[in-house]
């Protein structure tokens, strides 16, 4: 029941937040880099969030063709979320030794609401992601919901099986046996690269 109602109120909430994203800058909320996360202190995996992703297919074909896609964070605990922050990533997990992740090959983009406009998302490293901006803080059962659009090159090797994945990360600075850390939710889906 909690659940459904978060759920529901989202789409409340839906309409009040592109200028409330407009109004952040995209440094403002970051937590510090010297916050532990809450998961190093013994936290307990974390049930702040409901994640959701609409759009993202199974498979892609690498090339210059967008894939858009809706990725939804909402807050499902009874308190306000402090320092909250928002980023996106595109990229493939690396289990052995040799293999490549798939972001430096990646475009990522958000729809900047208040612009009208898509912003690229790279990090100082080449690969696809980084931060957007967001409100401060998030209450009870509010949503954030960005528009997101990704693609692959052509220049992807495929000499080897990509677990790839995008979507929306929410971090936010949470107390727990008298420490302060960062804790976090996702919402992402996963895919598969191939040849057109």
């Known amino acids: 029941m909690k659940l459904r109602r978060a ?3 989202s789409a409340a909430t839906a309409a009040l937040l592109p200028v409330a994203m407009a109004a952040a800058p995209a440094s403002q909320a970051a937590p510090a880099a010297d916050i532990p996360k809450c998961s190093d202190v013994g936290q307990p995996h974390n049930n702040t969030f409901v994640g959701r992703t609409f759009g993202i297919p199974k498979s892609i074909t690498l090339g210059t063709h967008w894939t858009t896609y ?3 964070l909402t807050n499902a605990s009874a308190k306000e979320l402090k320092s909250f922050e928002l980023s996106a990533k595109l990229g493939s997990y690396v289990y052995n030794e040799g293999e490549r992740d798939l972001s430096p090959y990646g475009d990522l983009e958000y729809w900047d609401t208040s612009q009208r406009a898509w912003k690229t998302l790279r990090q100082a490293g080449g690969n696809a992601g980084g931060t957007i901006p967001a409100p401060k803080t998030l ?3 509010e949503s954030v919901h960005v528009q997101l659009r990704f693609r692959v090159s052509t220049d992807l090797p495929l000499d080897q099986t990509y677990d790839a994945f995008t979507g929306l990360t929410g971090t936010f600075v949470d107390r727990y046996s008298d420490t302060d850390c960062t804790a976090r939710g996702d919402a992402d889906g996963g895919f ?4 057109g």
């Not at 598969?192 to 040849?195: L, M, N, T």
């Open 7 to 9: 759920l529901s109120v």
């Open 192 to 195: 598969s690269p191939r040849k």
């Open 139 to 141: 209450k009870p059962r």
């Open 70 to 72: 809706t990725a939804t």
